[in-house]
């Protein structure tokens, strides 16, 4: 049996950062660290096969770069994998070094979005031995059971050739059926770290749902858990929920999926089992606004969710349209009205600087979320990740800047009539005003628990240097 070690490495500025399928970004405005549900559940899968599992979030702990080189040459680990992301990819891949420094004979891979459409971005590094493309589970329990550098009949890989160096990329490896996606192995890591921005509570990750459908051109979504819908059982769901209360005394829970509200009918089945068992939980959810009604929130509601967050990203229709989000502002509006008057707290996601974007298209989007009932709201500059249809059509279009990373707190594109930089303005102007509002204070202030007040504080200082306000 081998010694494996996965981890999420430190940011370059010792921040808080996620790298998790299609979520890789910088703590936001009032976010915080999410738990790293892919890592988890991998340990999850090698557990079974008898292994030695060691499972790191460096950004949680504040596990710097040196401090991970000692942990590794400690642990002196036989396979050691880990989490890339498109804006912290050279820093990423550049960890290998560390790892081969203090484990030499470890067997090297990364995974992530980026890496899993452009692999050669990682093998061109000389001290990585592989990519594991898209969902990692599976793929690295068969790597982790072949004999070093007999990789050919492992699916889901590319790889360098021992001996002569040459790259090789396996076939992809179908995705895992629902009923076999195993429970996050939450005992494999530190989990004290996470807690719910502004209520300061413990909280875990539970994945229903696999695939998203919808053909966002800025989303890498199918890239990492493909396009159709999987499903787990209901009931298997559930019963991870009362186990996780029972072993983590974890009452809050982020229902982790790309759309959870995308089948309406297991939604609605999900919600009655929660009722059913009597369990008094709290949980937050991702959702499209063409996916809601008010039945349905209610139930929801019933069942414990507290907060539903919405991919709102533009108040014009036809940026909407141009970008296949293929919802309108109207619906929008509806989805969070329905949600305000159900009691349900809602989020809203918006992006600057799509295709068509213009300085009016950015103030009317402006000017749409705050006449919507948000209770928070998170701008983000829009990010051409490789793999998505907006990166073909930025490189198409020329309209990526030079030396710049893919960062979605940062504009990369100069599209017609409209700079990066004058993006990144806006979007610092935007924060203000929404967050300088006393309504939207009041609000926030009403939401806070004694528990939260560190966290209240570096959120402050967060939303400070992501809005500009001290400039």
């Known amino acids: ?149 007999k990789w050919e009949t492992v699916y889901g890989i590319s790889y360098k050739d021992p001996n002569t160096e040459n790259i090789h990329h396996n076939p992809d490896r179908k995705f895992l059926a629902p009923e076999d996606i195993p429970w996050p192995a939450w005992h494999c890591l530190d989990i004290s770290p996470y807690r719910l921005p502004l209520k300061g509570r413990p909280f875990l990750i539970v994945a229903p749902i696999r695939g998203c459908p919808f053909l966002c051109n800025f989303c890498t979504a199918s890239i990492y858990y493909g396009k159709r819908l999987r499903k787990r059982p209901v009931t298997n769901i559930v019963d991870e929920i009362e186990a996780n209360i029972e072993r983590f005394k974890v009452n809050d829970f982020f229902v982790w999926a790309d759309t959870f509200t995308a089948d309406k009918k297991y939604v609605e089945k999900f919600c009655r089992e929660i009722t059913a068992r009597g369990l008094k939980i709290s949980w937050v959810c991702n959702s499209r606004v063409d996916t809601v009604n008010m039945e349905m929130l209610s139930m929801m509601k019933e069942a414990g969710l507290w907060m539903i967050s919405f991919g709102l990203e533009s108040g014009s229709d036809a940026i909407l349209k141009q970008t296949g989000k293929n919802i309108t502002a109207k619906q929008s509006k509806i989805a969070v009205s329905m949600a305000h ?77 409209l700079s990066a930089q004058a993006t990144d303005t806006f979007r610092s102007f935007a924060y203000r005003k929404f967050y300088m509002r006393p309504k939207t204070l009041l609000n926030i202030f009403s939401m806070m628990e004694p528990e939260a007040i560190y966290d209240i504080l570096a959120n402050l200082k967060r939303f400070s240097m992501w809005s500009g306000l001290f400039k």
């Open 1 to 149: 049996m081998a010694k494996i070690f996965l981890f999420n490495p430190p940011h370059p500025e010792g921040k808080g950062f996620t790298r998790e399928g299609r979520c890789t970004q910088e703590s936001g405005v009032w976010a915080t660290q999410w738990p790293p549900v892919s890592l988890a559940t991998t340990a999850a899968f090698l557990e079974r096969e008898g292994h030695t599992i060691k499972v790191i979030d460096c950004p949680a702990i504040k596990l710097d770069r040196i401090a991970l080189e000692r942990l590794i040459e400690k642990i002196k680990p036989d396979f050691v994998f880990w989490n890339t992301a498109t804006s912290t990819l050279n820093y990423d891949l550049d960890i290998a070094k560390s790892v081969k420094k203090a484990a030499y004979d470890s067997i090297v891979g990364v995974l992530g979005t980026h890496v899993t459409v452009l692999p050669e971005a990682a093998l061109d590094n000389p001290y990585i031995d592989m990519v594991i493309r898209r969902e990692p589970e599976e793929t690295i329990k068969d790597v982790c059971s072949c004999e070093k550098g």
């Open 341 to 417: 008057q159900t009691g349900i707290k809602t989020s809203g996601h918006f992006i600057f600087g799509l295709p068509g974007e213009t300085e009016k298209s950015m103030r009317k989007t402006l000017a749409f979320a705050l006449d919507l009932p948000l209770d928070i709201a998170q701008f983000y500059a829009a990010a051409p990740f490789p793999g998505t249809g907006l990166y073909r059509q930025a490189l198409k279009s020329k309209w990526l800047r030079k030396d710049t990373s893919f960062s979605q707190n940062h504009a990369a594109l100069d599209l017609p009539g």
